[in-house]
């Protein structure tokens, strides 16, 4: 069973995808994750990734998409994968269908995370990441342990593996290495793809049993 994630930043496609993980043995993959491994390889794709990333470029959607083409033939994907937050754009599935049609494989779900604006402000603004890892933490839902009963400060919040200081998201999100605003999720799947859609208070979870 393989499953896309959609929705903006802060909408909890993260949490849902390690249930999804934890209930059916899926793997979840995040292109951010991807990229970084993908990144470090001593591959061709590897190399073209690594002088894109360390420019401060993004990271083309052909590449992101082999990049993928790569990872879900792995042994870990047997049981299905669950892409989290890709694609963003119609063009973005286009590409990710054509490859996956290739290859015999192909999406059983789409779903889509709606959550009331007010509530997406609060988690990003409460947001915190480690850049080089991709760990991210929240000032009140996840704290890192140096935080104790301060105020949150670039001394205050470090990483709990690294000690390294964590940078404030603010009303921005990590994307393919580089920091890019959050704008409304150009969805324009909803007509078309999106199989299922659900709120916080309904996890994707028990739509898919």
């Known amino acids: 069973m393989d499953i896309i994630l959609l929705g903006p930043p802060g909408a909890g496609k993260g949490t ?15 292109t951010g994750d991807m990229l970084r491994e993908t990144r470090k390889a001593d591959t061709e794709l590897g190399r073209k990734v690594a002088d894109i990333m360390d420019t401060g470029g993004l990271v083309s959607d052909d590449l992101v998409v082999g990049v993928i083409a790569g990872r879900v033939k792995e042994a870990d994907c047997a049981k299905g994968f669950i892409l989290d937050g890709f694609p963003r754009t119609v063009e ?8 996956l049609k290739a290859t015999g494989e192909k999406v059983n779900f789409v779903v889509a995370l709606e959550v009331p604006d007010a509530a997406l402000t609060e988690r990003i603004c409460g947001r915190w990441v480690h850049k080089a890892s991709g760990r991210s933490y929240h000032v009140t839902n996840k704290p890192p342990k140096s935080l104790g009963d ?4 670039v001394e205050t919040m470090v990483d709990d593996e690294t000690g390294e200081p964590l940078m404030p998201s603010g009303l921005y ?3 393919v290495g580089r920091i890019v605003n959050v704008l409304p999720l150009p969805c324009g799947l909803e007509s078309s793809a999106c199989a299922a859609r659900t709120e916080l208070s309904k996890p994707p979870i028990a739509r898919l049993h």
């Open 92 to 99: 973005q599935a286009s590409k990710l269908d054509a490859m």
């Open 150 to 153: 301060q105020a949150p400060t």
């Open 16 to 30: 849902q995808a390690q249930r999804l993980v934890e209930h059916h043995g899926m793997r979840q993959l995040s």
């Open 173 to 175: 999100t990590m994307f």
